[in-house]
C-alpha cells in the first residue's frame, strides 16, 4: 500500500499555522507541521485528533541550511499540498533597523517559499495537489515603518498569482491576503500592543475562507467582510494619501 498523502504546513507553530492544522486534518491528510519551537509545535500537535498520523520538522529558514533540512526531511512524503504559512514582519524605521533582520523577513516570507515551491513542486503535480500561500494585503500597498515585510509580501503575492496561471489544471493555487489577525504575529514585530485594530478578523474564519477558495479551484483570497473592506480602500485611495495615512499610524 502507497504512503497515505501529506500537507506540509509551514509555520505551524503559530496562529494560522495551528488552525490550518485543525482545519485540514479532517480532510484524512497526514500533516508535516513545521516550525522553530518544538514545545509549541507539540502543543499543535496535542490539539489534533490523529497526532499519531503526523510529523513535526524543525527548521529555521534564516539558518544556512534550514529549507535544505526541511526538504530532507520530507523527502520520503507523499505531499499533495503546501502551505506557505511560516513568515514575519519587522517595525520600526528602516534607518534603526539592523540590516540582518531585514534580510531575513525576505529570506522567510518570500525566498523559502519560493525555494521549498521548486523543490515540491514534481510532487504536488504528479499528486494533482495543491498550494497555499500565506501573503498579506501588506502585499497590496507599501507600508512605512514596515517596509521591508510589505516589500516581501508584495513579492509573495505577485509571485503566487503568476504561478497560480501558470500551473492551472495541474496544482490548485490559493493566495491567501489576510489584513491585521489575532495571532502573534504582532508581539514578534516589535509593535507595541494598542487597541486591536478595526480590520482585525478571527484566525477561523480567515483560514476557512482560504479553504473554500481551494475547493472552488484556487484564487486570490481576501477573507471576511472587514478584510475586503480594507481591500477595497487601499484600491481607491489615492497612493499618495494612503502613503500619509499609514506614515500616521505606523510612526513609532
Ligand atoms: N497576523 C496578521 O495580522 C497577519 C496578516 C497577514 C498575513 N500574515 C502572515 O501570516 C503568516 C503566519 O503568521 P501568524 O500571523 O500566524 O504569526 P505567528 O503566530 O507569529 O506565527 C508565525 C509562524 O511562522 C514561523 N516562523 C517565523 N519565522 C520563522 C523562521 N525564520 N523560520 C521558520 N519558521 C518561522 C513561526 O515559527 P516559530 O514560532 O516556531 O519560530 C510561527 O510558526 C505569516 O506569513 C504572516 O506574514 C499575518
Redesign the pocket.
Known amino acids: 500500500m502507497g504512503k497515505q498523502l501529506a500537507v506540509l504546513i509551514?509555520?505551524?507553530?503559530?496562529?494560522?499555522?495551528?488552525?490550518f492544522a485543525r482545519q485540514i486534518e479532517p480532510l484524512g491528510y497526514r500533516l508535516i507541521l513545521?516550525?522553530?519551537?518544538?514545545p509549541?509545535?507539540k502543543m499543535t500537535l496535542g490539539s489534533l485528533k490523529h497526532p499519531e498520523r503526523h510529523k513535526l520538522i524543525?527548521?529555521?529558514?534564516?539558518?544556512k541550511t534550514?529549507i535544505t533540512s526541511l526538504l530532507e526531511s520530507v523527502a520520503d512524503e507523499q505531499l499533495v499540498g503546501l502551505v506557505?504559512?511560516?513568515?514575519?514582519?519587522i517595525w520600526g524605521s528602516f534607518e534603526k533597523t539592523g540590516i540582518v533582520p531585514q534580510i531575513?523577513v525576505i529570506?522567510?516570507?518570500l525566498k523559502?517559499p519560493i525555494a521549498i515551491t521548486h523543490a515540491l513542486l514534481p510532487c504536488l503535480m504528479k499528486n494533482r495537489g495543491f498550494i497555499i500561500n500565506?501573503?498579506?494585503?501588506?502585499g497590496e500597498a507599501p507600508l512605512p515603518y514596515m517596509s521591508t515585510?510589505a516589500a516581501?509580501?508584495t513579492g509573495?503575492t505577485y509571485w503566487s498569482e503568476a504561478l497560480r496561471f501558470e500551473l492551472a489544471g495541474k496544482v490548485r493555487v490559493v493566495t491567501?491576503?489576510?489584513?491585521?489577525?489575532?495571532?502573534?504575529?504582532?508581539?514578534?514585530s516589535g509593535m507595541p500592543s494598542g487597541p486591536g485594530s478595526f480590520f482585525?478578523t478571527p484566525?477561523a474564519l480567515?483560514v476557512e475562507a482560504s479553504l473554500k477558495k481551494l475547493a472552488s479551484g484556487g484564487g486570490y483570497c481576501v477573507p471576511g467582510w472587514r478584510h475586503k473592506l480594507l481591500f477595497l480602500l487601499q484600491k481607491i485611495v489615492p497612493r499618495s494619501l494612503a502613503l500619509k495615512i499609514m506614515e500616521g499610524h505606523l510612526r513609532p
Open positions: 509551514t509555520g505551524a507553530s503559530g496562529g494560522f499555522g495551528i488552525e513545521h516550525g522553530r519551537d518544538l509549541r509545535l524543525q527548521a529555521d529558514m534564516n539558518a534550514g506557505n504559512n511560516a513568515g514575519f514582519g531575513d529570506k522567510t516570507d523559502a500565506v501573503s498579506s494585503l501588506a515585510y516581501a509580501k509573495l491567501l491576503a489576510p489584513g491585521p489577525s489575532p495571532t502573534g504575529f504582532r508581539d514578534v482585525r484566525i480567515i
